[in-house]
């Protein structure tokens, strides 16, 4: 016998979260405490980005329709209320959550992608790390499976914003000092040191790169900078390179960025790209993983200025953060974080992109003047 497979109104739901937000954006509105405040918190303040998601798209979906089984993932699951949680996130609660949350949950583009929502359903029974993980996996599965009813799971949704607004506002507090800072360059170096050494599938050299541009673009008129998906160059008519900076809509530069072996090869083919929009020269910026096989960078740009017409500038990742830095007379770390956020959910990160901009973000430690104890919660 086939199971009935309940739907989610997303233009209801999108309402209702709406009103949740709004509710818990009002300080002076008392939300009704339910049984599982404590755990509630413990997955939004939690350092599991996915578990975030599937709490609060539980959450909505249940409030919207109370048929929904709030422990179902796929609407293929073998159980009854079985319904397409994807499709509720990544066409409701994404982009609210950037709308109108600032990114609190975390910033993902498409969260139910990730392996902790590939499974039909939520179950002890899923594999996750063990450990912290686990114990999030263990407390998630006991509030989806003990909510009953839709006013219990809008109470819960209201809390669960509640909870990720003092999560934003954490994060942000020592912001103020940061864009006041008087070694704010030396702190975003202190950062780029410590971010840089993970490659996280080249992604963190490409969106360092576009956000160090970007500010310094940001002094003169007519510039935008775009940082395009890593490994996806080329994917478009549009695309040059990594970064691919205008001029008034025509490009102006493009910087090709690689955090792994690349060969001569690699470097023709984005010298090709670049002499096809009329470019007379590509930037190349090497990350700390990145290295040239097969031949020395020197022969590698004779050759292809030989075959392409094309000059290929090398420079490594950390001398080129430092040189753009050393250009650009104010420089507020505030900002430069902000854009990195931004480079990060435009080119369509991993999550573990966000959860490492995070805890390089927590070791940067920035005394106002005079020095304070003002302290950011650790939230991942």
Request: include cysteine.
């Amino acid at each position: 016998m086939s199971l009935a497979k309940p739907t989610v109104d997303q233009r209801a739901a999108e309402q209702l979260l709406r009103e949740a937000i709004s509710i818990a954006q009002d300080d002076s509105r008392e939300i009704p405490a339910t049984e599982w405040d404590i755990e509630i918190r413990t997955i939004i303040q939690g350092k599991h980005l996915t578990f975030r998601y599937i709490l609060v798209t539980a959450l909505l979906g249940k409030a919207t329709n109370p048929n929904i089984n709030a422990l179902s993932l796929q609407a293929g699951a073998d159980v009854k209320g079985a319904y397409d949680a994807r499709s509720l996130c990544h066409g409701v609660v994404v982009p609210l959550e950037r709308q109108l949350l600032s990114s609190s949950l975390g910033g993902s583009n498409e969260p139910f992608l990730n392996k902790p929502a590939r499974f039909p359903m939520i179950s002890p029974s899923n594999a996750v790390r063990a450990g912290r993980d686990r114990e999030l996996l263990l407390i998630l599965h006991k509030v989806l499976s003990e909510g009953e009813t839709s006013e219990q799971a809008f109470n819960s949704l209201c809390t669960a914003m509640r909870y990720a607004i003092a999560r934003q506002t954490a994060r942000t507090e020592l912001f103020p000092q940061l864009s006041e800072s008087a070694d704010s360059h030396l702190k975003i170096i202190e950062f780029v040191d410590a971010f840089v050494t993970r490659s996280i599938e080249g992604q963190v050299a490409a969106i360092v790169s576009g956000t160090i541009l970007s500010t310094y673009f940001d002094q003169f008129e007519g510039f935008e900078v775009t940082v395009h998906p890593v490994n996806q160059s080329g994917a478009s008519s549009n695309e040059v390179a990594d970064v691919d900076i205008k001029k008034n809509g025509k490009i102006f530069v493009a910087v090709e960025v690689k955090d792994k072996q690349f060969s001569e090869q690699d470097v023709d083919h984005a010298a090709f790209k670049a002499s096809q929009y009329g470019l007379k020269s590509i930037t190349f910026v090497i990350g700390v993983n990145g290295t040239c096989i097969g031949s020395s960078l020197e022969q590698v740009a004779k050759t292809v200025l030989i075959t392409r017409s094309v000059n290929v500038i090398f420079v490594d990742l950390v001398s080129f953060v430092r040189s753009v830095i050393a250009l650009c007379p104010e420089f507020p770390f505030a900002t430069f974080f902000a854009k990195l956020q931004y480079y990060a959910i435009s080119a369509r990160v991993r999550d573990e992109m966000f959860e490492h901009i995070e805890r390089v973000f927590q070791s940067v430690q920035v005394p106002p003047n005079p020095p304070s104890n003002t302290t950011l919660e650790r939230t991942e």
